[in-house]
C-alpha cells in the first residue's frame, strides 16, 4: 500500500489532473499502450483493452469490476477486480488514474505504472471476417503482421485528414505529413506523432 500511495504521488506531481464528473465511469472505452492497436478488436493480440462500466476485457484476460470508489484525486478510482486470464481465475486491486493529456495510468498492487491512451470512438470498427466481406468494403484480404491469419485491413474513413496527436485520427497520425493513415489498421513501422506531439517510430505486426 506504501508503493501504491508514493506512485499516486509521483503521478499527481507530473501529470495534470482532470476534475472529477459526470455520472458516466470516465475510464469507459478503449485503451491502448500504442496508437496502432487503435483500428483492432479488444479480442486481439496488440489490440485495445476495452473498459465497460463494470468489466475489463483484452485479449487473453477480463475482469469484473467488484468494486470501484472515487479517492478524491481528479478522475481517480480504487478498484477491486475478479478477474481470469487464459482460464486461470484471480482477484486484484488498482488505483486507475485519468489524466488531462488523454491518458490512464493504472497503479498495479506494487506499485508499477502502466499507462494507455485512449482511442478515439471511431474506431470501434467491426472488421470483415472473410474475403467477399472484405472485398465489398474495398479492404484488403491476406496476411498481414505476423499472425498467421488471413484479415482485411479497411482504407481508413479519415485518410490524409490533418491531424496533429493520435487522438485525431483512427489509424494514427503520420509524423512526416501531419495527416492521418491512410488504412486500419495499420500495420508495419511507421513515423507516427505520439500523445506528446513528437514523432516516434512505431511497429505494429
Known sequence: MRRIACALALLAALVPLAALGGDTPGWA?????????????PG????????????????????DIRKAEPIGVGQSW??????????????????????????MHRIIADGGIMTLMRCPPVSRVQFPQ?????ASQNGRWGLHGLSGEPSCVLPAPDAGRACTRPA?????????????????PLFGCHNLVQPNGRPAEICAN
Open 130 to 134: 472473410d474475403a467477399d466481406r472484405c
Open 168 to 184: 485525431d485520427c483512427l489509424g494514427g497520425c503520420l509524423a512526416d505529413s501531419l495527416t492521418c493513415a491512410p488504412e486500419i
Open 78 to 103: 480504487r478498484m477491486d477486480l475478479d478477474c481470469e486470464e487464459m482460464g486461470d481465475p484471480f482477484t486484484a486491486s488498482e488505483i486507475v488514474v485519468l489524466t488531462t493529456d488523454g491518458r
Open 29 to 41: 472505452g478503449d485503451w491502448v499502450f500504442q496508437p496502432t492497436g487503435c483500428g483492432r478488436d
Open 44 to 63: 486481439d493480440e496488440g489490440g485495445p483493452v476495452r473498459f465497460a462500466d463494470r468489466t475489463i476485457r483484452g485479449a487473453n484476460f477480463h475482469c
